[in-house]
T-cell receptor
Framework: AQKITQTQPGMFVQEKEAVTLDCTYD???????LFWYKQPSSGEMIFLIY??????QNATEGRYSLNFQKARKSANLVISASQLGDSAMYFC?????????????FGRGTSLIVHP | GAVVSQHPSWVICKSGTSVKIECRSL??????MFWYRQFPKQSLMLMAT?????????EQGVEKDKFLINHASLTLSTLTVTSAHPEDSSFYIC???????????FGQGTRLTVV
């Protein structure tokens, strides 16, 4: 069984500052993928970044980076230079990757508010 | 990235009627699509896995007869909420993945209100 834990129900950050959203996971799978999604108030789920369990380097996508610490089973999302448009819910998810299937488990989410 | 289109984005229906929600992968073939339900300020709950050409796999506690899923082609899956009741009001969202696990994309979601 898989479990994703996001311990921060809400976070505040000032515009242009960096913010870290926490995510820890538990799984018995050896091969898995970790994902972060952004959900603005409109409801759509926007894929942000992916990290494979065997990837040696932390994933980066523009202002998003994933601080992957496998031994600690953590996959924190770092948003650099926050913008007002970053205000949204952020969900961490994971999926086993054996067999090429994608069966995600989501965390409860973190609400991020960026203020001027 | 790949595009998943979901329609309608919102719907209001009377109690007792049925509502069909479509999920299309626009630029890739998806043998598997997923349907989620999300209550306000909560996480996504996986309802079922939709498999092209075969029956859907439902998660525990999800009523198969109420939430009918059809995956008729490699680019289209539909979720039909049958005999809808006010407690079925929720946000429903689908996702699909091209073959590589590192890519997974969601539709825009459908906000269903049953009155």
């Amino acid at each position: 069984a898989q479990k994703i834990t996001q311990t921060q129900p809400g976070m505040f950050v000032q515009e242009k500052e960096a913010v870290t959203l926490d995510c820890t996971y538990d799984t018995s799978d050896q091969s898995y993928g970790l994902f972060w999604y952004k959900q603005p108030s409109s409801g759509e789920m926007i894929f942000l970044i992916y990290q494979g369990s065997y990837d040696e380097q932390n994933a980066t996508e523009g202002r998003y980076s994933l601080n992957f610490q496998k031994a600690r089973k953590s996959a924190n999302l770092v948003i650099s230079a926050s913008q007002l448009g970053d205000s949204a819910m952020y969900f961490c998810a994971m999926s086993p990757s054996s067999g090429g299937s994608y069966i995600p488990t989501f965390g409860r989410g973190t609400s991020l508010i960026v203020h001027p | 990235g790949a595009v998943v289109s979901q329609h309608p984005s919102w719907v209001i229906c009377k109690s007792g009627t049925s509502v069909k929600i479509e999920c299309r992968s626009l630029d890739f073939q998806a043998t598997t699509m997923f349907w989620y339900r999300q209550f306000p300020k909560q996480s996504l709950m996986l309802m079922a896995t939709s498999n092209e050409g075969s029956k859907a796999t439902y998660e525990q506690g999800v009523e198969k007869d109420k939430f009918l899923i059809n995956h008729a082609s490699l680019t289209l899956s539909t979720l039909t909420v049958t005999s809808a009741h006010p407690e079925d009001s929720s946000f429903y969202i689908c996702s699909a993945s091209p073959f590589r696990i590192s890519e997974a994309f969601f539709g825009q979601g459908t906000r269903l209100t049953v009155v």
